[in-house]
């Protein structure tokens, strides 16, 4: 596989996985997430699909530049694609806590193990291809964003 096709497999795969994620919030952001009391900084709903999709592609770039090392580099970018999987499947797993279960602490419990395996990626991809840990810095931020969010949701609403 060359670098172009490793690149939209990833992007492809993390958009998957973000439009997937959306099922479960869909039904929750019109029944119960207008109930919540949210804080004075939360953003318009309409603002999260097109900032997760960016980040999607990021992630998906960044992960594919990594995958394009493995044949110099296998042990190492084996060891960061795993960070990168554990990432996102953790992502996934905080739309379901706080939508699908409707658990503001749950989720928030599971975003600090998020934003510590994000991190953890950032760094090994970073050894691999500054470029790529470069592209999740943003996905970081975001997360950094989100965490207080779900924290101050869980906190007006306990």
Partial sequence: MNKITRILAVVVTCLAIGYFSGIVTRSAITTWYPILIKPSFNPPNWI??????????????????????????????KKALVFFAIQLALNALWSYL?????????????????????????????????????????????????????????????
């Fill in 48 to 77: 999260f699909a097109p900032v997760w999709s960016m980040l999607y592609v990021m992630m998906g770039v960044a992960a594919g530049l990594v995958w394009d090392r493995i044949e110099a580099e296998k042990e190492v970018v």
């Fill in 98 to 158: 706080f939508f699908g279960l409707h658990n503001p602490m749950l989720a928030g419990l599971e975003i600090i193990v998020l934003w510590l395996m994000i991190f953890e990626t950032y760094i090994q991809f970073a050894k691999i291809n500054k470029i790529a840990g470069y592209l999740l810095l943003p996905y970081l931020a975001w997360v950094s964003f989100a965490a207080v969010l779900n924290g101050s949701i869980w906190w007006l609403n306990k």
